[in-house]
């Protein structure tokens, strides 16, 4: 993509996220991969709804200004780690919506597949550790994470979402937030129904048949693994607690 493109369509996007809502005074940021070795980035300290294209800064991987007047964004680090961490990814949204933010401070999520649309569009919800803002705890706290998830919910600050390109990264981020409201009026009800493993066997077929998108971050019953999974022993003990309780479920149904 073209610098001059990818500065309109950042643009575009800080109008949509602060129309929305997604953001209050200067909050969020967004970038764009424009090359392998080149990240265009929203500024420290503008909003993202009053932005210009000459705003924006060009910096290199580590982290360099290459091009730009004012700062980069203060949690350029955080894109720098996506970008690092997953070469598939070409643009990365940063913003605070607030019912998914919610969800961030409360530290919890949605681990259950209930909604087939987030499965195709956004796939598994991760939930980072707390992270100080703008330090380098936060590219640390989504570097495992990112690489298993397009969604991540940060723990009492907001929620980051990436893709191929910046519409897909702020879409992915309406969905987190219209996924958020609808968890939450479900657990007023008295809470989200997960779907049966072969429903949800057949949604992950259609995710990758249908949209080309990988199943990485679903456990094998479906369930997110929300915090990165890394060391397989975790893995294989939380497979095992799975499937002790559903034995244990089927037991009772027997008897």
């Known amino acids: ?19 929305k809502g997604f953001v209050a005074s200067n909050d969020g940021n967004l970038s764009i991969r424009i090359s392998e070795k080149e990240i265009l980035i929203t500024p420290s300290g503008v909003s993202k709804g ?106 009492n600050h907001g929620a980051l979402t990436v893709g191929h390109d910046i519409y897909d990264a702020y879409y992915k981020m309406e969905t987190l937030e219209h996924f958020a409201g609808i968890t939450l009026y479900a657990r007023l009800l008295g809470g989200e129904v997960g779907l049966e493993p072969l429903q949800i066997s057949e949604l992950l077929r259609i995710r990758k048949d249908v949209y080309g998108k990988s199943d990485l971050g679903f456990l094998g019953d479906g369930y997110c693994g929300g915090k990165a999974l890394e060391e397989t022993g975790e893995i294989d003990k939380l497979v095992r607690t799975i499937t002790q309780s559903v034995m244990e479920n ?6």
Do not use: W
């Open 50 to 155: 009053y932005m210009n294209a000459s705003d924006l800064l060009i910096v290199d991987l580590s982290g360099n200004v290459l091009s730009g007047r004012q700062k980069p964004s203060s949690e350029m680090k955080m894109h720098l780690a996506v970008y690092k961490n997953r070469p598939d990814v070409y643009a990365v949204c940063h913003a605070h919506p607030q019912i998914t933010t919610a969800f961030a401070v409360a530290r919890k999520i949605c681990d259950k597949i209930a909604l087939p649309e987030v499965i195709f569009s956004i796939g598994c919800v991760a939930l980072s550790d707390y992270a100080t803002p703008t330090t380098e705890e936060v590219p640390d706290s989504i570097a495992g994470i990112i690489k298993t998830s397009d969604a991540v919910l940060l723990s």
């Open 1 to 19: 993509m073209g610098d001059f493109g990818a500065r309109n369509d950042i643009v575009e996007v800080g109008k949509r996220m602060y129309r």
């Open 250 to 255: 089927l037991k009772n149904i027997g008897e």
